[in-house]
C-alpha cells in the first residue's frame, strides 16, 4: 500500500521538474512513510511513497523493466501475482524481484491494456510506455483503491489523493456546484465527480489512456448478475462459499509483515478471523474499539467471543467526545471529499492503535453489500409485494402514509410512504440516502434561489435513473445492490476505509470484496441472501456452526458511533461555524432557513446526521478551497 502520484506536460517539448513530483508527494507522505522514489523523461514525471509490505528489500518504486522502457508507479494489492508470475516466465519473461509490482510491468508488455482483466486484487496505478509516450492509468474494479486525476490546459495529474492534485499551483481550486448539490443528497459524493471543478476520479472498473494528446477511458469491468447458480441447491452453495472465502482470505494474508484482523463482533470480521488463523502458524492480533459511556451498542463483548474461538490475541481501545472533537479537522483533511461517515472516528483511532502492533489489517468491509446484509433491502422488498397487492391503490396508499409520518415526526413512515408503488430510480438513492431528507425536498426552502438555479441538474432522482437502466430487468433486491456497489461502497464506504487507515500508514485489505466473492454472490438467486426478513443467510449458514451463536443472531449494528450526543453536546460552537459569515458567503443556504432549523431543539429540528453534514462541509471549504495547500483547520 502506498501513494502515487504524476504529471504528464501535454507538449511533447515541455518539461516536468522533480521539485513538481516531490510538491505532489508531500501531502500524500502519510500513505508511505517507508521510502520514496521519483521517475523523471522530459513531460512525464512519476513518484511513489512507499509502504513495504511485501518484497521490503527489492521493492521499491518507481519500477521498470529490463531496458527501462516501461515504468510503473503501483498502489495496492495483487493476491494472485504468483499465479501470474510463472505464466510470465514461461513466456520469457526476466523478473528481478519477488514484488507483484513488477508482475503489472510484464504483465502489461505481454497483453497492453488487457492486463487489467488479469489482476486479482485492490490497485491504482500508472504505467509510462516510454516507446510510445504513452500513459496508462487503471483502477480496481471495485473501487479499493482511489485514484483522481485533472487535466488543465497544459498538463494531466493523477495521484492518490485529491491534495497532490492541487499542490500544482496550476490547478484551480474551484468549486464545482452541482457536486455540492449531490453531496447534500448522498451525503457523500458519487461517481467520478469532486467538489473541485475539473478533478475527478476514475471509476472503478476503469482505465484511462493519453498518448499524443487524446484521452481515452474504457470500463473493463461491471458487476453483472447472472442465473449461474440459481439451480444450485442451498446446501451446495454453501459449501462452494466456505471454500471460496477460505482461498480468498489466504491469498489476503500474504505479505513479509505481521498481518492482524479488525474485529467488529459481527458475521463478516469473525469469518474472516476465522480464515485468517488457519491461514497462519503465527498468533493473530485482533483489534476492536469501544466508546465512553452507554449511548450505543457495545461491541467489544461480541468481538471478545469470537477472539476466544479462534484464540487470537485481542486488542481493544477506547474513544471518548474529546477524541471524536480532536480528530475532526483532521478526519476532514484526510477523506478530502466531504462523507458524512461518522464511524470513521472510531476506525482512526482503532487503526492508530493497531499500527503499533501491525502494519496490515483483514476487515469484513463489503460483506453486507455483497450478500444484502442491510435491513432496508427486507424492508423495500416487503413494500414491493404490498405495492404488488394494493395494484393502482399503491401511490394514493404511499401518500397518505407519508402525509402521516410528516405530521408525527416518523421518518421512516414518511421515506416508505414517498417509495410504495414508486419506481426504484425515483425512492432509492443509496442506502443511506432518500428524497425525503431535508436536503432533497423538492419544495425545501433552505437553499437558497440562485443555488438551485446553478444545480437544477445536479438531482440524486437523475443520476439514479442512469444506474438503475442498467438493471432495470433484475429483481428489486439486485437492483437495490447494484445501486448500493456503484454508490454508497466507492464512494463512502471505501473512501473512508482507504484514506482513514492510510492516515496511519496502515494497510487495510477487504477479502469478501474480492471480484471472485462478489461474481459469486451474483452468480445466486436472490432468496439464497435475503428470506422474509433475515439478512446475508447463505454468509450465515456458511457460518453457523462455526461462529459463536451469539454473533450469528445477534442484531446488525453497524459500526456505532454515539456521534449524536457528542454534536449535541457541541451544538453552540457547531451553529458558530455553521452560521458563520464565511458559511454564508457561500451562498448554497437561506441564513433565515437554515438558523430557524438549527435554533430548534437538535432531537426535533435538524437531524444529527445533517448537522454533520453541513459542518463537514464547510470545514472542507476552509480546508480545500480556501487554502493555497490544505491544512487541518482548527476543531470548534
Known amino acids: ?28 507522505n502519510h500513505r508511505g512513510p517507508d521510502g520514496n522514489g521519483v521517475y523523471l523523461d522530459a513531460n512525464i514525471g512519476l513518484g511513489h511513497c512507499r509502504l513495504s509490505i511485501i518484497d521490503l528489500s527489492t521493492g521499491d518504486q518507481p519500477m521498470t523493466n529490463e531496458d527501462k522502457t516501461i515504468w510503473i508507479v503501483f498502489n495496492g494489492e495483487i493476491y494472485n501475482f504468483q499465479e501470474l508470475r510463472e505464466l510470465l516466465v514461461a513466456k520469457g519473461h526476466i523478473f528481478r524481484s519477488r514484488s507483484d509490482t513488477e508482475v503489472i510491468i510484464h504483465l502489461y508488455e505481454e497483453f497492453g491494456e488487457e492486463c487489467v482483466t488479469r489482476l486479482r486484487g485492490m490497485f491504482a496505478f500508472a504505467i509510462w510506455d516510454s516507446k510510445r509516450r504513452r ?19 497544459q498538463a494531466f495529474y493523477f495521484a492518490s489523493e485529491l491534495k497532490s492534485i ?83 482470505v489466504r491469498d489476503h494474508m500474504i505479505a513479509d509483515v505481521p498481518v492482524g484482523v479488525l474485529l467488529s463482533g459481527g458475521v463478516d470480521s469473525s469469518a474472516m478471523l476465522n480464515f485468517a488463523v488457519q491461514g497462519t502458524e503465527k498468533k493473530v492480533k485482533t483489534f476492536t474499539v469501544g466508546f465512553d459511556g452507554d449511548q450505543v451498542v457495545d461491541e467489544r463483548p461480541y468481538a471478545r467471543l469470537a477472539a476466544e474461538r479462534f484464540h487470537s490475541e485481542h486488542f481493544e481501545t477506547t474513544i471518548s467526545e474529546a477524541d471524536f472533537w480532536d480528530f475532526l479537522p483532521s478526519y476532514v483533511w484526510h477523506m478530502e471529499e466531504p462523507v458524512c461517515e461518522p464511524p470513521a472516528v472510531a476506525l482512526y483511532y482503532v487503526t492508530k492503535f493497531a499500527r503499533k502492533h501491525v502494519k496490515v489489517l483483514l476487515s469484513g468491509e463489503g460483506g453486507d453489500e455483497a450478500f444484502a446484509g442491510y435491513p432496508n433491502y427486507p424492508n423495500m422488498l416487503s413494500l414491493d409485494r404490498l405495492a404488488g397487492a394494493l395494484g393502482p391503490l399503491a401511490r394514493p396508499v404511499g ?62 432522482a437523475g443520476y439514479v435513473a442512469g444506474l438503475a437502466a442498467t438493471v432495470k430487468d433484475e429483481p428489486l433486491l439486485n437492483q437495490m445492490l447494484y445501486l448500493d456497489t456503484k454508490t454508497w461502497l466507492p464512494d463512502d464506504l471505501l473512501i473512508k476505509a482507504d484514506k482513514i487507515t492510510m492516515a496511519n500508514s496502515l494497510e487495510l485489505r477487504v477479502p469478501l470484496l474480492d471480484h471472485k466473492v462478489l461474481e459469486f454472490a451474483a452468480s445466486l438467486p436472490p432468496e439464497f441472501k435475503v428470506r422474509g426478513k433475515e439478512t446475508k443467510c447463505l454468509l450465515k449458514s456458511a457460518f453457523a456452526k462455526i461462529l459463536p451463536a451469539e454473533v450469528i443472531n445477534r442484531k446488525k449494528a453497524g459500526f456505532p458511533v454515539p456521534y449524536e450526543s457528542w454534536l449535541c453536546n457541541g451544538l453552540m460552537a457547531l451553529k458558530d461555524i455553521i452560521l458563520s459569515t464565511r458559511s454564508k458567503s457561500r451562498g448554497y443556504f437561506d441564513e433565515r432557513e437554515l438558523a430557524r432549523h438549527l435554533d430548534r431543539d437538535s432531537h426535533k429540528g435538524i437531524h444529527p446526521k445533517c448537522l454533520f453534514m453541513l459542518l463537514v462541509l464547510e470545514l472542507w471549504h476552509r480546508a480545500f478551497a480556501e487554502q493555497s495547500l490544505p491544512r487541518p483547520v482548527t476543531a470548534p
Open 1 to 28: 500500500m502506498c501513494g502515487i502520484a504524476g504529471k504528464l506536460v501535454l507538449d511533447p517539448a515541455g518539461r516536468v521538474e522533480r521539485s513538481a513530483i516531490e510538491d505532489m508527494l508531500r501531502p500524500i
Open 135 to 153: 500513459l496508462f492509468v487503471a483502477r480496481d474494479r471495485v473501487g479499493i483503491k482511489p485514484l483522481y486525476y485533472c487535466q488543465t490546459p
Open 166 to 248: 492541487i499542490a500544482d499551483p496550476q490547478v484551480k481550486r474551484e468549486v464545482h456546484l452541482p457536486a455540492v448539490r449531490r453531496f447534500l443528497s448522498f451525503n457523500y459524493v458519487p461517481g467520478e465527480e469532486t467538489l473541485l471543478k475539473g478533478v475527478l476520479k476514475l471509476l472503478p472498473g476503469h482505465w484511462l489512456s493519453i498518448e499524443h494528446g487524446k484521452m481515452v477511458r474504457r470500463q473493463y469491468w461491471d458487476l453483472r448478475f447472472t442465473r449461474d447458480r440459481w439451480d444450485m441447491p442451498y446446501e451446495a452453495a454453501v459449501e462452494e462459499l466456505h471454500a471460496l472465502l477460505a482461498s480468498t
Open 399 to 460: 401518500v397518505a402514509a407519508q402525509f402521516a409520518g410528516v405530521a408525527s415526526g416518523d421518518g421512516r413512515l414518511r421515506r416508505y410512504g414517498y417509495a410504495l408503488g414508486r419506481p426504484l430510480a425515483e425512492h432509492y438513492f443509496s442506502r443511506t440516502a432518500g428524497p425525503t431528507g431535508l436536503f432533497n425536498q423538492a419544495d425545501s426552502k433552505l437553499f437558497t434561489t440562485e443555488f438551485l438555479e446553478d444545480t437544477n441538474e445536479a438531482s440524486a
